[in-house]
Each structure stands twice: as structure tokens, then as C-alpha cells.
């Protein structure tokens, strides 16, 4: 069950399909990003889409699945291709920059639904490829 909820999550992500991941998710969710706040809620979660997909065009690549015996844990590795569309706050300026980074992410289960995601990235090779 674990794997196909993150097949289904990602498959949706590739697609830029905001509101089939969202339906994937609890009420509650928690999301911890590589950097940042901590968001709590699905309206943050949406927020946040909303701003990655205005900012970012991404695809994920090749991704490896891991689950816990019991489907209450899963991570994802993967490779992150991108384009940096426009300028992201005080990060710098957008020029339709392409990367490549390897992604891990970590997920919380219950009742078929994501009810946490924490994801981790290595940002000095995010800024060293868009000219940080």
C-alpha cells in the first residue's frame, strides 16, 4: 500500500497535477522541507505546490521505494530534474537554469493517506548549478 501511495504521489508531481497529490495527503499533514518552516495542514501544502510550481518545472527520475513491514513508513530516493523558472525570494535570480539533484524523502502513513513528508536535498549543489 505504501509503495503505490508514493507511485501515485509522484506520478501525480511529474504531472503537475497539484490537487491529485493534495488528495493524497490527511488534513493534517506535516511537511518538513530540506530548508524552511515546517508547514502543518493541507492549505499550506497547497500553498507551498502553488509556489514550487510558479518558481519551478520539476520531474522526478528513476525513483527507488522503501517501505516499514507494517506500510506506516516509506522513503523515496530519486533524481530531481529541474528548470528555475522565476526568481525564488532571495535566492538567485531566475534564468531558466537546468539542474539535477539526487532527493530523499521520508513519509509518515495513516489510513492510506500521506500524513507526513520530509524531504532533504543538498542546496550548495542546488546553488552551484543555477549560478549561486
Known amino acids: 500500500m505504501s ?3 508514493l507511485r501515485d504521489y ?11 497529490m493534495l488528495a493524497l495527503l490527511t488534513d493534517d499533514v506535516v511537511h518538513e522541507p ?6 502543518n495542514g493541507k492549505a499550506a501544502f497547497a500553498e507551498f505546490l502553488d509556489h514550487m510550481n510558479r518558481c519551478y518545472s520539476e ?6 521505494f522503501l517501505t516499514s ?9 530519486f533524481m530531481l530534474e529541474g528548470e528555475y523558472l522565476v ?22 502513513i495513516r489510513d492510506g493517506r500521506i500524513a ?6 543538498n ?3 542546488w546553488l552551484a548549478q543555477v549560478g549561486g
Open 3 to 5: 509503495d503505490r501511495i
Open 10 to 20: 509522484y506520478a501525480a508531481f511529474n504531472r503537475g497535477d497539484s490537487a491529485a
Open 34 to 39: 530540506s530548508q524552511g518552516a515546517v508547514r
Open 59 to 64: 520531474t522526478v527520475i528513476e525513483p527507488v
Open 69 to 77: 513491514a507494517d506500510g506506516t513508513r516509506a522513503a523515496a530516493e
Open 87 to 108: 526568481t525564488d525570494g532571495d535566492l538567485p535570480a531566475a534564468a531558466g537554469q537546468r539542474y539535477r539533484l539526487r532527493v530523499g524523502a521520508f513519509f509518515e
Open 116 to 121: 507526513r513528508v520530509s524531504n532533504h536535498y
Open 123 to 125: 542546496l550548495a549543489d
